[in-house]
C-alpha cells in the first residue's frame, strides 16, 4: 500500500510539473520594468494599462502562435540598478521579451546587461524593447544588436522641434532647462547647438539643470527664467518636474510659449489648465489622440471604456507590440534568435495615423511621422481632451517620416 502511495505521488508529481511547463510553453511572456512606484509611477502605470490592453485584445484573437500573451509588471523605482535586479528576476522566471523605457539612464544600464547577458548565456537570449528612452547614444555609439528603439530619439526631435521654433519671428530668447541625467544633457546640448547656429535670430539666454524628480518649488527657477529676457522656454523635464516647474510658471504669472517633449503625461495637461496657459504648451511626439484617423480614434474610445482616466499616451507601445507579434509569427517562434532579424527593416503602418514607419537594421531606431501638438480648448472634429479639462492637444506641425531620418555612428556587432 505504501509503494503505491509513493509512486502514486511521483506521477501526480511529474505529471503537476509536465502540466507546468505546458502551460508555460503556452504563454508568451512579457517583462514590463518600468517605475510604478515613486515619481515616474504615473508614466509607469499608463504604459502599464495600454500593455495589458494590448496583450487582451491579442489573446481575444487567438494569442500569438496559439500562445497567450501575458504581462508581467516589475517596477524599477527609476533607478538603473534596481531595473537590473529586476530584469534578472523577469529572465529567471522564463521572460525573453523585455519592455523598458522610461529614463535614459535606466536604458542604457538595460541595454548593457541585457547585451552581456545574451554574449554569456547562448541559448537564452532576450530582447530589449525601448519604448521611451531617446538618449541618441541608446542608438549610436552604444547601440546593440538586442535592443530596438520605437521612440523617435533626441536628435530626431530636437531637429523638428527647433525648426518650428526658428520659423516662429517672434521667438528671439530662449531658456532651456531640463533634468540633470543623460537625456536632459542631450537635449540641452543639440537645442543649444541647433538655437544657436549661424544665420539663428534666437538666443539662448539660459541654460539650467535640475536634479531629477527631487525639486519641489519651482518658483527660484521661474524667477531666472523671468530675470533672462526669455519669450520662450525649452525644457526636457517630464513627470513630476514638469508639473511642478509649469505650476511655478503659471503662479509667478509668467506669459511665455514651452516647447517641451513629455507635456502629454499624466497630471501635465491638468497643470497646464491651471496655469491658464492657453495654446502656449507644445510637445512632439508620435501622434496624439485627435489626429483625424478613424481607425485610431475607434481604438481610443474602446481603450477609455476600459481605462477611462487618460486617452492612449504611448501610441507607439501598439507599433512596437504589433511589430514584434508580426516578427514572431514570421519567424514561428517566440525565441528573439529567430524572430529579431525579422524587425530588422521591417516597414509598419502606425497605429496612430496608418502611414507607414520602418526600423532601421543599421541601429534599430524606428523612423515615423511625427507631429508637434498643442493644448488648449477643443475644436470641432476633436473629440478627446485630456484629464477631463475640456483642452486637448491639436497639431500644430507634421514632420513626415523621411524629414525625420538622421545619421548614425553605430557600429554594430551581430551574433
Not at 531629477?212 to 530675470?227: E, G, M, R
Not at 499616451?313 to 514561428?332: D, H, I, Q, S
Request: contains cysteine.
Amino acid at each position: 500500500m505504501r509503494k503505491l502511495f509513493v509512486s502514486t505521488a511521483i506521477a501526480l508529481s511529474v505529471f503537476g510539473a509536465t502540466a507546468f511547463h505546458a502551460a508555460a510553453e503556452d504563454t508568451l511572456k512579457i517583462g514590463y520594468v518600468d517605475p510604478l512606484s515613486g515619481g515616474g509611477a504615473a508614466a509607469g502605470q499608463i504604459g502599464l494599462n495600454q500593455l495589458k490592453y494590448i496583450a487582451e485584445e491579442v489573446n481575444a484573437n487567438g494569442g500569438v502562435l496559439g500562445k497567450q500573451v501575458e504581462i508581467i509588471p516589475y517596477d524599477n523605482k527609476l533607478d538603473p540598478q534596481v531595473s537590473l535586479v529586476q530584469v534578472q528576476k523577469a529572465i529567471d522566471q522564463g521572460v525573453r521579451i523585455i519592455v523598458q523605457g522610461n529614463g535614459s539612464s535606466v536604458a542604457s544600464a538595460v541595454e548593457s546587461f541585457v547585451t552581456k547577458f545574451n554574449s554569456r548565456n547562448p541559448g537564452k537570449e532576450v530582447v530589449h524593447i525601448n519604448h521611451a528612452a531617446i538618449d541618441p547614444s541608446l542608438t549610436n555609439d552604444n547601440c546593440s544588436y538586442w535592443h530596438f528603439a520605437f521612440d523617435a530619439n533626441v536628435n530626431i526631435k530636437v531637429e523638428a522641434m527647433t525648426n518650428f521654433m526658428k520659423a516662429n519671428d517672434a521667438i528671439k530668447k530662449v531658456y532651456l532647462i531640463s533634468q540633470d541625467y543623460s537625456f536632459g544633457h542631450s537635449v540641452a546640448d543639440a537645442a543649444a547647438k541647433k538655437l544657436g547656429a549661424e544665420g539663428s535670430s534666437i538666443e539662448v539666454v539660459g541654460n539650467e539643470f535640475v536634479p531629477l524628480q527631487k525639486v519641489t518649488d519651482f518658483s527660484p527657477y521661474i524667477a531666472k527664467i523671468k530675470a533672462s529676457g526669455a519669450d520662450s522656454v525649452m525644457t526636457a523635464n517630464w513627470g513630476n518636474d514638469l508639473q511642478l516647474l509649469i505650476k511655478a510658471a503659471g503662479d509667478a504669472g509668467m506669459d511665455v510659449n514651452w516647447y517641451t517633449f513629455y507635456a502629454g503625461l499624466a497630471g501635465t495637461p491638468t497643470a497646464i489648465k491651471q496655469a491658464s496657459l492657453e495654446d502656449k504648451v507644445f510637445q512632439i511626439t508620435e501622434g496624439v489622440n485627435n489626429i483625424d484617423y478613424k481607425p485610431m480614434q475607434d481604438k481610443v474610445k474602446e481603450y477609455m471604456a476600459k481605462y477611462p482616466d487618460a486617452p492612449i499616451y504611448y501610441p507607439r507601445l501598439f507599433n512596437a507590440m504589433g511589430m514584434v507579434f508580426k516578427a514572431v509569427e514570421e519567424a514561428g517562434s517566440d525565441d528573439p534568435v529567430k524572430f529579431v532579424p525579422k524587425l530588422e527593416g521591417m516597414h509598419y503602418a502606425d497605429f496612430i495615423d496608418g502611414k507607414e514607419g520602418f526600423m532601421r537594421a543599421d541601429d534599430h531606431q524606428y523612423f515615423q511621422t511625427m507631429y508637434i501638438s498643442g493644448l488648449g480648448p477643443l475644436g470641432a472634429n476633436q473629440p478627446f481632451d485630456e484629464e477631463g479639462t475640456g483642452w486637448g492637444w491639436k497639431v500644430a506641425a507634421t514632420v513626415p517620416v523621411d524629414d525625420t531620418i538622421v545619421s548614425t555612428t553605430c557600429q554594430m556587432e551581430r551574433p
